[in-house]
């Protein structure tokens, strides 16, 4: 009847943001609090159970709860921006874009590079059943949680942030300035998906490329006998870091913000090996 790690973690999580909600100018009062009390009672549930499929429900559901988690997050969208700060954040993405050519790089042989990169985007929202299906079907559901763990550290820490550093999108901030020359129909489906669905309470740090990144590094810690899997995801955590600035969804100081959140959880695989060597550390 014991909580697994990755639940502890989003337990965590939700009573953080119960705890700072009274801080902010938040247009809701309870409802933090509210879903702080009624995730841990769900894994509570869960955990008392004694029905399979309650025991696969548990490597499910906290990548469905990274949903939520995310949506809390819209809550904040209504705090101060400093556009001082951005303004230097954008100068930063146009010397990349333009000095250092990436923008004419992407797209030198036409749709196919932007095509790809905002596919890769796309993706980033089936990252976390990607990483659960594929040790399903390495035979290794064991490995579940602690790959989910990996995954959902690198991924919260990133929405943790985000009431500190409320901001826009480059996009939306510099009135569609600085925009890729070709369009694609996958672009557009992603713009739907950020205008509509998204939330709107900052960028900083890039939780998309923290949580590919983290992906990267959980698979390569729990399915080391395929590490051509580990490196697959590595490469697209890396173009997922690539279509958040060409693409515009994300300035270049908010990817790098999300690539040092990943090392977080890298850093941790290291030194629970070393603890669990030494008998220190047994993570349920």
């Known amino acids: 009847m014991r909580f697994r790690s990755s639940e502890w973690l989003l337990t965590a999580y939700f009573a953080y943001v119960a705890l700072i909600s009274p801080a902010f100018p938040l247009p809701v009062r309870f409802s933090p609090v509210l879903v702080a009390i009624l995730v841990p009672a769900l894994f509570f549930a869960l955990a008392c159970a004694r029905y399979p499929a309650f025991d696969i429900a548990r490597d499910w559901i906290p990548p469905a709860l990274l949903l939520v988690a995310y949506r809390e997050m819209d809550w904040f969208s209504a705090l101060p921006r400093n556009f001082e700060e951005q303004l230097r954040w954008v100068q930063w993405d146009r010397a990349i874009l333009y000095q250092g050519r990436l923008q004419r790089a992407i797209e030198a042989l036409g749709a196919l590079l932007p095509g790809y990169l905002e596919l890769c985007y796309l993706l980033v929202y089936a990252v976390a059943p990607f990483?659960?299906?594929?040790?399903?079907?390495?035979?290794?559901?064991?490995?579940?949680?602690?790959?989910?763990?990996?995954?959902?550290?690198?991924?919260?820490?990133?929405?943790?942030?985000?009431?500190?550093?409320?901001?826009?999108?480059?996009?939306?901030?510099?009135?569609?300035?600085?925009?890729?020359?070709?369009?694609?129909?996958?672009?557009?489906?992603?713009?739907?998906?950020?205008?509509?669905?998204?939330?709107?309470?900052?960028?900083?740090?890039?939780?998309?490329?923290?949580?590919?990144?983290?992906?990267?590094?959980?698979?390569?810690?729990?399915?080391?006998?395929?590490?051509?899997?580990?490196?697959?995801?590595?490469?697209?955590?890396?173009?997922?870091?690539?279509?958040?600035?060409?693409?515009?969804?994300?300035?270049?100081?908010?990817?790098?913000?999300?690539?040092?959140i990943s090392l977080v959880p890298a850093a941790t695989i290291l030194l629970a090996r070393r603890l669990r060597l030494r008998g220190l550390l047994e993570l349920p």
């Open 131 to 260: 990483v659960v299906a594929i040790l399903y079907f390495e035979h290794r559901r064991e490995r579940v949680n602690g790959a989910l763990f990996l995954y959902l550290l690198g991924t919260l820490l990133a929405y943790a942030l985000f009431p500190y550093f409320p901001s826009d999108p480059p996009r939306v901030a510099f009135g569609g300035s600085d925009t890729p020359n070709i369009g694609t129909g996958l672009r557009q489906l992603n713009l739907w998906i950020v205008g509509d669905y998204g939330i709107h309470s900052s960028v900083f740090p890039s939780a998309h490329v923290s949580s590919a990144f983290s992906a990267a590094w959980a698979l390569f810690a729990y399915l080391p006998e395929r590490r051509r899997i580990g490196w697959g995801v590595l490469v697209y955590a890396a173009s997922v870091g690539l279509a958040t600035i060409y693409g515009r969804y994300h300035y270049a100081a908010d990817v790098a913000a999300g690539m040092a």
